[in-house]
């Protein structure tokens, strides 16, 4: 434990306490993500109308949605809000015989945001966000080497998230923010597994544990929000790709098949890792005094942020060990169309209801799908509510639930032959939010 806490502050001492921090944050959250890795949106009331959030964006989540909303919230502003996640029926099932859940029936995420006014027609805030992630945790699965081992990953982003807003008329606002994301990885590939194949050395298996790798990225995302009509509000943002390179971690492989034991790499590096450009259009409609309807279509440009992975290693303990060591997977993702619908009913002055529903189709080939990249999820119900409470205060929570769905498929390069990967969850939000 010692060593670990050790490295953990001298990692910090290398990149920096705000990557470490961000990083920190990303925590183990890969089961709530599914608009590809990202979530489906962020807050309570953006998750209870189901992500269509472009054209609202009301309160400080909007940092991470439209920054352009942030115009819209009068003084200053400090939401809080954290998730809980239960996988349903989150399991693989392959050749081998294995039929198995997720070990890590729970996940969690959370995040914060903070605005105030700082000139006449000018908003300024900052906020910090699970993002998404990927991966599952497997403790026993049947190998095709005759052992029972571990397969798991767990890769999570979060991203640091300020912004400034400029109310140009009294009907629109434009935005920019420059978001800094962090990636933190974790991945046991069987490595307590070490096999030797002298008839053909390609066939031959060593297990993998990556540790500690965490890394940072920096984009740009633009906003806008323009009220059309009294009843009518339009918001569009873009953003660019952030390139997530994670290093400084350590690795350790087994070798015992060639008599090396397991050799500890000092250097570990995994590459391939990012968030996509997008684009986001929706429109919010004051159909009543009392119902709004949200609509909003995004593109997630996963094909230019997810196509190959690769651990690469270096400084092995053992001498006579290869000085570096790499592995690739291909991933070639697919951009995404994300469509979402949401309404919100004030039910009296100090309650207000969501509800919502959310629909991308998986970005990631069922021929490149792993246990541990199994994106399959796609369509999404919500609900949720707001409620006013001492003067300044209120609180607001929101149920998602993902569909279950299920996908068969045969990657060539994984050892575990014809697989299916199972997937459905049901999240619950919580927020509670302070004005003045």
Same mark, same amino acid.
């Given at each position: 434990?010692?060593?670990?806490?050790?490295?953990?502050?001298?990692?910090?001492?290398? $990149?920096?306490?705000?990557?470490? !921090? $961000?990083?920190?944050?990303?925590?183990?959250?890969?089961?709530?993500? /599914?608009?590809?890795? /990202?979530?489906?949106?962020?807050?309570?009331?953006?998750?209870?109308?189901?992500?269509?959030?472009?054209?609202?964006?009301?309160?400080?989540?909007?940092? =991470?949605? =439209? @920054?352009?909303?942030?115009?819209?919230?009068?003084?200053?502003?400090?939401?809080?809000?954290?998730?809980?996640?239960?996988?349903?029926?989150?399991?693989?099932?392959?050749?081998?015989?294995?039929?198995? %859940?997720?070990?890590?029936?729970?996940?969690?995420?959370?995040?914060?945001?903070?605005?105030?006014?700082?000139? @006449?027609?000018?908003?300024?805030?900052?906020?910090?966000?699970?993002?998404?992630? #990927?991966?599952?945790?497997?403790?026993?699965?049947?190998?095709?080497?005759?052992?029972?081992?571990?397969?798991? #990953?767990?890769? &999570?982003?979060? *991203?640091?998230?300020?912004?400034?807003?400029?109310?140009?008329?009294?009907?629109?606002?434009?935005?920019?923010?420059?978001?800094?994301?962090?990636?933190?990885?974790?991945?046991?590939?069987?490595?307590?597994?070490?096999?030797? /194949? #002298?008839? /053909?050395?390609?066939?031959?298996?060593? &297990?993998?544990?990556? *540790?500690?790798?965490?890394?940072?990225?920096?984009?740009?995302?633009?906003?806008?929000?323009?009220? #059309?009509?009294?009843?009518?509000?339009?918001?569009?943002?873009?953003?660019? *790709? $952030?390139?997530?390179?994670?290093?400084?971690?350590?690795? =350790?492989? =087994?070798?015992?098949?060639?008599?090396?034991?397991?050799?500890?790499?000092?250097?570990?590096?995994?590459?391939?890792?990012?968030?996509?450009?997008?684009?986001?259009?929706?429109?919010?409609?004051?159909?009543?005094? %009392?119902?709004?309807?949200?609509?909003?279509?995004?593109?997630?440009?996963?094909?230019?942020?997810?196509?190959?992975?690769?651990?690469?290693?270096?400084?092995?303990?053992?001498?006579?060990?290869?000085?570096?060591?790499?592995?690739?997977?291909?991933?070639?993702?697919?951009?995404?169309?994300?469509?979402?619908?949401?309404?919100?009913?004030?039910?009296? &002055?100090?309650?207000?209801?969501?509800?919502?529903?959310?629909?991308?189709?998986?970005?990631?080939? @069922?021929?490149?799908?792993?246990?541990?990249?199994?994106?399959?999820?796609?369509?999404?119900?919500?609900?949720?509510?707001?409620? !006013?409470?001492?003067?300044?205060?209120? +609180?607001?929570?929101?149920?998602?639930?993902?569909?279950?769905?299920?996908?068969?498929?045969?990657?060539?390069?994984?050892?575990?032959?014809?697989?299916?990967?199972?997937?459905?969850?049901?999240?619950?939000?919580? +927020?509670?939010?302070?004005?003045?």
């Amino acid at each position: 434990m010692h060593q670990a806490g050790g490295r953990t502050r001298a990692q910090c001492a290398r $990149i920096g306490a705000v990557t470490c !921090a $961000i990083a920190s944050a990303a925590g183990a959250i890969p089961a709530l993500a /599914n608009n590809g890795l /990202n979530m489906i949106g962020f807050g309570t009331e953006s998750i209870g109308m189901g992500g269509a959030d472009v054209a609202v964006a009301r309160d400080t989540t909007a940092l =991470n949605t =439209n @920054p352009a909303g942030i115009t819209q919230i009068k003084g200053a502003a400090f939401d809080g809000y954290a998730a809980i996640a239960y996988a349903i029926d989150v399991a693989h099932s392959d050749s081998l015989g294995n039929d198995q %859940r997720v070990d890590n029936s729970y996940n969690f995420a959370g995040g914060f945001g903070y605005t105030a006014p700082i000139a @006449p027609r000018l908003t300024a805030g900052i906020g910090m966000f699970a993002q998404g992630g #990927a991966g599952n945790v497997y403790k026993n699965l049947q190998t095709p080497f005759g052992t029972r081992d571990e397969l798991s #990953a767990l890769i &999570g982003f979060a *991203k640091l998230a300020p912004a400034i807003a400029w109310q140009a008329t009294d009907d629109l606002s434009v935005a920019f923010s420059l978001p800094v994301a962090a990636i933190k990885a974790t991945q046991r590939v069987f490595p307590s597994t070490s096999s030797l /194949n #002298a008839a /053909n050395p390609a066939q031959s298996f060593v &297990g993998l544990q990556l *540790k500690d790798a965490i890394g940072a990225g920096v984009g740009v995302k633009l906003g806008a929000l323009w009220r #059309a009509s009294p009843s009518l509000q339009v918001g569009a943002t873009a953003g660019t *790709k $952030i390139t997530l390179p994670a290093s400084d971690g350590y690795a =350790n492989v =087994n070798m015992s098949a060639v008599g090396l034991g397991v050799v500890r790499y000092d250097n570990a590096r995994l590459d391939g890792f990012g968030l996509p450009p997008e684009i986001a259009l929706g429109a919010a409609w004051q159909a009543t005094e %009392r119902v709004l309807v949200s609509a909003e279509v995004g593109w997630l440009g996963w094909s230019h942020a997810l196509r190959t992975t690769t651990i690469t290693l270096s400084q092995p303990n053992n001498p006579t060990a290869p000085q570096t060591f790499a592995q690739s997977a291909a991933i070639d993702a697919r951009d995404q169309t994300v469509v979402a619908l949401g309404a919100a009913y004030a039910a009296t &002055g100090s309650l207000t209801l969501y509800g919502g529903i959310n629909y991308g189709r998986s970005p990631i080939p @069922p021929q490149n799908l792993t246990p541990l990249i199994a994106a399959i999820g796609e369509t999404h119900l919500t609900a949720g509510f707001k409620q !006013a409470l001492a003067p300044g205060w209120s +609180m607001s929570g929101a149920l998602e639930y993902l569909l279950p769905r299920s996908v068969s498929y045969d990657n060539p390069s994984s050892p575990l032959g014809p697989s299916t990967e199972r997937l459905s969850y049901i999240a619950l939000h919580l +927020m509670m939010s302070r004005r003045w």
